[in-house]
């Protein structure tokens, strides 16, 4: 079972992009969706986490104030919309799925992932 991140791209520092996170093969509505970063040369690291209703949400540090997340259980689709975008924001970036009741940035236990997407933030 896989999710389909989407929405990378090259961006100049200061620009926007919004990643989209969908699947074919089942219901998001009932899962937390994570979304997580890779950068070259680090582990990876939690950015943004929402329940199944946009109720609950999360943002590290490093991102608070400049993404958003949000979902469309309609679409069955979660998006992370990224503002003020750093050269330091460049990473390949994974949304997940994960069932518990609470939300959590421990990413080995989500069950679902996507294939990642890569952001690139560079003039």
């Known amino acids: 079972v896989q999710l389909q991140a989407s929405g990378g791209g090259l961006v100049q520092p200061g620009g926007s992009l919004i990643l989209s996170c969908t699947t074919s093969e089942f219901a998001l509505d009932l899962y937390n969706i994570g979304w997580f970063r890779q950068a070259p040369g680090k582990g990876r690291e939690g950015v943004s986490l929402?329940?199944?209703?946009?109720?609950?949400?999360y943002y590290s540090d490093s991102v608070k104030g400049r993404f958003t997340i949000s979902r469309d259980n309609a679409k069955n689709t979660a998006y992370l919309r990224m503002n003020d975008l750093k050269p330091e924001d460049t990473a390949i970036y994974y949304c997940?799925?994960?069932?518990?009741?609470?939300?959590?940035?421990?990413?080995?236990?989500?069950?679902?992932w996507g294939q990642g997407t890569l952001v690139t933030v560079s003039s």
């Open positions: 929402i329940g199944p209703t946009e109720a609950r949400t």
């Open positions: 997940a799925a994960d069932k518990r009741p609470s939300l959590t940035l421990d990413s080995t236990l989500y069950h679902y």
